[in-house]
């Protein structure tokens, strides 16, 4: 079983930026497309930034698209989130996510595996 663990979050100003991180516990994470979530108080788990399992694609939410940049190291094996331009909206606890398949998918149902969450606080 994959184990996730994310790290990074914290309190930023807005327009400033953060690197999330998320270290797997198996090199056969490479065989997997990777996801970030994140969800905010009182509203259900989003989709944020995905990878395929090669890196050769990516996908984002429109509300991140040019602000954030998800990239993964199979080497360590860590999947990363740069986020650019935070705004307060972005205020959450963000996920990465893994485990199904090669290719991004958007619903959490296309992900086996789950990290613990950190939280990403953009004050105004």
């Known amino acids: 079983q994959v184990q996730l663990v994310e790290s990074g979050g914290g309190l930023v100003q807005a327009g400033g930026s953060l690197r999330l991180s998320c270290a797997a516990s198996?090199?056969?994470?490479?065989?997997?497309?990777m996801g970030w979530f994140r969800q905010a108080p009182g509203k259900e788990r989003e989709f944020v930034a995905g990878?395929?399992?090669?890196?050769?694609?990516?996908d984002y939410a429109d509300s991140v698209k040019g602000r954030f940049t998800i990239s993964r190291d199979d080497a360590k094996p860590t999947v990363y989130l740069q986020m650019n331009s935070l705004k307060p909206e972005d205020t959450a606890v963000y996920y990465c996510a893994t485990g199904r398949g090669r290719y991004v998918v958007r619903g959490t149902l296309g992900y086996a595996y789950w990290g613990q969450g950190t939280q990403v606080t953009v004050s105004s």
């Open positions: 198996e090199r056969t994470f490479s065989n997997y497309a």
């Open positions: 990878i395929t399992w090669s890196g050769s694609n990516t």
